[in-house]
Nanobody
Framework: QVELAESGGGLVQPGGSLRLSCAASGFTSDHYSMGWFRQAPGKEREGVACVVRSGATVYADSVKGRFTISKDNAKNTVYLQMNSLKPEDTAVYYC??????????????????WGKGTLVTVSA
């Protein structure tokens, strides 16, 4: 059974940092493209970052230079390091996996598996 479990969310002040983790089970994450998406209150879910099977990464313009996606294949875990956080980064963050296709690299919704999300709140 495929499962994605996010952790690491919480409350942080503007300018602060958080690292989100996504533990994958039931499949080997290095065979999949892995992405992070987020949904802010009252808004549609949007793609944040993706790491494809080759290790190449893609970022939304809104987070470039501030967020870093990485994978630890030995731990079957994907991370999202978030620095210089802004109030507009407040959202539920979801981890997702894609076996084949281009949803991840284009940061689109058509991923194969989704986690339940972790809440990140950026506020003073």
């Amino acid at each position: 059974q495929v499962e994605l479990a996010e952790s690491g969310g919480g409350l942080v002040q503007p300018g602060g940092s958080l690292r989100l983790s996504c533990a994958a089970s039931g499949f080997t994450s290095d065979h999949y493209s892995m992405g992070w998406f987020r949904q802010a209150p009252g808004k549609e879910r949007e793609g944040v970052a993706c790491v494809v099977r080759s290790g190449a990464t893609v970022y939304a313009d809104s987070v470039k230079g501030r967020f870093t996606i990485s994978k630890d294949n030995a731990k079957n875990t994907v991370y999202l390091q978030m620095n210089s956080l802004k109030p507009e980064d407040t959202a539920v963050y979801y981890c997702a996996a894609e076996a084949y296709g281009s949803s991840c690299v284009f940061l689109r919704e058509g991923m194969d598996f989704w986690g339940k999300g972790t809440l990140v709140t950026v506020s003073a």
